[in-house]
């Protein structure tokens, strides 16, 4: 099945340590990949989007992702977390048919930042 | 900026009753979606719509109307609530197929008591 995983539910970090939030997609063709944040309270906002070039994508507010095909993987990295980055990260890939194109989601990962 | 807005933000339904959704968009989008979300699950598609006067199920549908009389505005219907259908609910428009993009509403939050 065409699906995205996001195996951490919850990540705590530390204010200015370097962040990893990992994604498994399965999609049978080239994917399009997206990493969404959603702050408190909030909708969806996107932070970065992948189609096919070059693997490592740039964001906003200095996140990247590295697409990898060999290990389905599109994993969200920033070098110097910052208290407000304290969201809930949502990892999705497009679903393309002949007629029309959808997300399908990841479960989302908590990230928690302290002192 | 895309804009695309919800109401009501937060509402409490009984068990049996109709509860409808709205939302309006200005981006001008052929595509508008209705999405719930539930911890552990992420977002799931209840329903879509192409443009004005079209709605499609999603991968959640049961339980669930929609309607799109306009351009601007989709609303999601629940004719009958029950208290499984308590959830955080997200209407977003957008294009995925040129400019790879969904804009995203605040998000409704629904009790089915």
């Known amino acids: 099945a065409q699906s995205v995983t996001q195996p951490d539910a919850r990540v705590t970090v530390s204010e200015g340590a370097s962040l990893q939030l990992r994604c498994k997609y399965s999609?049978?063709?080239?994917?399009?990949l997206f990493w969404y944040v959603q702050y408190p309270r909030q909708g969806l906002q996107l932070l970065l989007k992948y189609y096919p070039g070059d693997p490592v994508v740039q964001g906003v507010n200095g996140f990247e992702a590295e697409f990898s095909k060999s290990n389905s993987s599109f994993h969200l990295r920033k070098a110097s977390v910052h208290w407000s980055d304290w969201a809930v990260y949502f990892c999705?890939?497009?679903?393309?048919?002949?007629?029309?194109?959808?997300?399908?989601f990841g479960q989302g990962t908590s990230l928690s930042v302290v002192p | 900026e895309a804009a695309v807005t919800q109401s009501p933000r937060n509402k409490v339904a009984v068990t049996g009753g109709k509860v409808t959704l709205s939302c309006n968009q200005t981006n001008n989008h052929n595509n508008m979606y209705w999405y719930r979300q539930d911890t552990g699950h992420g977002l799931r598609l209840i329903h879509y719509?192409?443009?004005?006067?079209?709605?499609e199920k999603g991968d959640i549908p049961d339980g669930y109307k929609a309607s799109r009389p306009s351009q601007e505005n989709f609303s999601l219907i629940l004719e009958l609530a029950t208290p499984s259908q308590t959830s955080v609910y997200f209407c977003?428009?957008?294009?995925?197929?040129?400019?790879?993009?969904?804009?995203f509403g605040p998000g409704t939050r629904l009790t089915v008591l």
């Open positions: 999705a890939v497009r679903i393309a048919s002949s007629s029309f194109s959808k997300l399908v």
């Open positions: 719509s192409y443009g004005a006067g079209s709605t």
């Open positions: 977003a428009s957008g294009d995925l197929d040129i400019s790879y993009e969904q804009y």
């Open positions: 999609y049978f063709g080239t994917p399009y």
